[in-house]
């Protein structure tokens, strides 16, 4: 069962390709990538088995900031993350919070619908240059 908000697309690359190219997507458009977190590399150093599972938290503050001054708590999903991880068949997917989901957790509506619709936009064209083999 898929997570509600969430948006998960299967990847027609390894997971280290799908994070470089969904990584390079953020980069060519001018976002900030501000951590990227390898949890299977934290699991292994504590001699834990997890299967490659790496996220990505970037945005920038022109496009998050005004959805926090309208609802402060828009923060604890900004800024907005990427996942990649590796099922145990060995498909790879790239999974990432819904805009649209983010916007009605807060209470945000009508007020931010042309930010919501540009960053819906803007994740699924990142997401599917990332993850389509060509």
Known sequence: MAA???TTIRSGYGPEETMNRFEAEVRARGLI???HIDHAAAAAAVGLPLRPTELLVF???SGG???MELVQTTGIDLP???LV????SGITWLSYNDPTWI???HGLHSEIEATIRILTTALTQMAKSATKSR
């Open 80 to 82: 907005l993350k990427a």
């Open 103 to 105: 916007a009605k957790r």
């Open 4 to 6: 509600r908000g969430l």
């Open 59 to 61: 945005g920038n503050a």
């Open 65 to 67: 900031t005004p959805l």
């Open 33 to 35: 990538a501000f951590a």
């Open 85 to 88: 991880w590796q099922d145990a």
